[in-house]
């Protein structure tokens, strides 16, 4: 079943809910707290574009990149039907060099987090600093690691459907107390709704849990001040529940 290999299909399927508009006006609002004349911005990990086109729809001028072709792919097919002026790029953050300077770098839906080694994560933020103007923003979100610890993660269950195949996903996280990562091996049902047969992959996605002493120090390493991290959901400060953090820093 090609499409079940497919992970930018099944990708789109199972957040085609998510909040895309919502979470780009937290950017928004978070660019006009913390940066000064924010235009043009390269999207680290930006998937199928979605991000993009919102923020596009803003005012801004966006770029993004992302180690997968299926996404890559996806994203320009996206822009290009919404008439939309956005390029898109095959690229890993961790060793990508950038063509030019941006006012902003951002990195959504916890890439960050997919680094999971001291290494791989300060590629990815010495990238951004090449990336940035001095004076521009490096906005970020990762799992926060005193929410991963107090609430830690469940085995869960999730479904979705078109007129062509139901999905059925099942997540089961395993930590690692001395990586700080949670491997959450996943367990995805395809079943083609036409043929009636069902094809079942197995996957394993390691997710690296932040604390801010640690990013603070990358950061500054990197050429960066850390300005302020927060709380994804409430954009307040974090607390022993946060789950998830943005983090903002300045290119200095």
Request: hydrophobic share 35%.
């Given at each position: 079943?090609?499409?079940f290999?497919?992970?930018?299909?099944?990708y789109?399927?199972?957040?085609?809910?998510?909040n895309?508009?919502?979470?780009?006006?937290?950017?928004?609002?978070?660019?006009?707290?913390?940066?000064?004349?924010?235009?043009?911005?390269?999207?680290?990990?930006?998937?199928?574009?979605?991000?993009d086109?919102?923020?596009?729809?803003l005012?801004?001028?966006?770029?993004?990149?992302d180690?997968?072709?299926?996404?890559?792919?996806i994203?320009?097919?996206?822009?290009?039907e919404?008439?939309?002026?956005?390029i898109?790029?095959?690229?890993?953050?961790?060793?990508?060099?950038?063509?030019?300077?941006?006012?902003?770098?951002?990195?959504?839906?916890?890439v960050?987090?997919y680094?999971?080694?001291n290494?791989d994560?300060?590629?990815a933020i010495?990238?951004a600093?090449?990336a940035l103007?001095?004076g521009?923003i490096f906005l970020?979100?990762?799992?926060?690691?005193?929410?991963?610890?107090?609430?830690?993660p469940?085995?869960?269950?999730k479904e979705?459907?078109?007129?062509t195949?139901?999905?059925?996903?099942?997540a089961r996280?395993v930590?690692?107390?001395?990586r700080?990562?949670?491997?959450?091996h996943?367990?995805v049902l395809?079943?083609?709704?036409r043929k009636?047969n069902?094809?079942?992959?197995n996957?394993?996605?390691s997710?690296r849990?932040f604390?801010r002493?640690e990013?603070e120090m990358?950061?500054?390493?990197s050429?960066?001040?850390?300005?302020?991290?927060?709380?994804?959901?409430?954009?307040?400060?974090?607390?022993?529940?946060?789950?998830?953090?943005y983090?903002?820093a300045k290119?200095?």
């Amino acid at each position: 079943m090609k499409v079940f290999q497919d992970y930018a299909y099944y990708y789109n399927a199972f957040y085609k809910d998510k909040n895309y508009k919502g979470e780009v006006g937290q950017v928004h609002q978070l660019f006009q707290k913390y940066g000064i004349n924010i235009h043009s911005i390269i999207n680290y990990g930006c998937g199928t574009g979605k991000h993009d086109m919102e923020l596009s729809l803003l005012g801004y001028q966006c770029e993004g990149i992302d180690i997968s072709p299926e996404m890559i792919e996806i994203a320009r097919t996206n822009a290009r039907e919404s008439n939309q002026n956005i390029i898109y790029s095959v690229a890993d953050i961790r060793n990508y060099v950038p063509p030019h300077k941006y006012d902003a770098v951002i990195s959504l839906f916890h890439v960050m987090s997919y680094q999971n080694t001291n290494q791989d994560i300060l590629n990815a933020i010495k990238s951004a600093r090449a990336a940035l103007n001095c004076g521009g923003i490096f906005l970020f979100d990762v799992w926060y690691g005193p929410g991963v610890l107090t609430d830690q993660p469940v085995v869960r269950v999730k479904e979705a459907e078109d007129e062509t195949y139901k999905l059925i996903r099942i997540a089961r996280p395993v930590m690692h107390d001395k990586r700080n990562t949670v491997d959450v091996h996943y367990e995805v049902l395809c079943i083609d709704k036409r043929k009636d047969n069902v094809a079942m992959i197995n996957e394993i996605h390691s997710m690296r849990y932040f604390f801010r002493p640690e990013l603070e120090m990358m950061l500054e390493m990197s050429g960066f001040k850390l300005l302020k991290n927060i709380d994804c959901n409430s954009l307040k400060d974090t607390d022993y529940y946060s789950w998830t953090s943005y983090f903002i820093a300045k290119a200095i």
